[in-house]
Nanobody, 114 residues
Framework: QVQLVESGGGLVQSGGSLRLACATS????????MAWYRQVPGKPRELVAT???????NYADSVKGRFTISRDNAKNTVYLQMNSLKPEDTAVYYC????????WGQGTQVTVSS
């Protein structure tokens, strides 16, 4: 069974940066397109960024130019570098396959203060 463990969240001031990591196990990580999602209480989970198995990336308009998704297939890990953070980026961040597995990790909380 796939396991997804997100880390790297925290409290940061507006304009600051964070780097999230998501370690996966239980699957052949390298064959999957992966993604980062985020969720604010009371709202649907939002797709933030995707990366294909060969490294092609795509971003939500709200984060384009500020966030960078990357992957290390040798470490079965996907990353999200977040720069120029804004209060509206505050959310719990999750990683999963682009077409999500049924189970999700615990997520990592990102809080951006104004």
């Amino acid at each position: 069974q796939v396991q997804l463990v997100e880390s790297g969240g925290g409290l940061v001031q507006s304009g600051g940066s964070l780097r999230l990591a998501c370690a996966t196990s239980g699957v052949i990580f390298s064959i999957y397109d992966m993604a980062w999602y985020r969720q604010v209480p009371g709202k649907p989970r939002e797709l933030v960024a995707t990366i294909t198995q060969i490294g092609a990336t795509n971003y939500a308009d709200s984060v384009k130019g500020r966030f960078t998704i990357s992957r290390d297939n040798a470490k079965n890990t996907v990353y999200l570098q977040m720069n120029s953070l804004k209060p509206e980026d505050t959310a719990v961040y999750y990683c999963n396959r682009r077409v999500p597995f049924s189970n999700w990790g615990q997520g990592t909380q990102v809080t951006v203060s104004s």
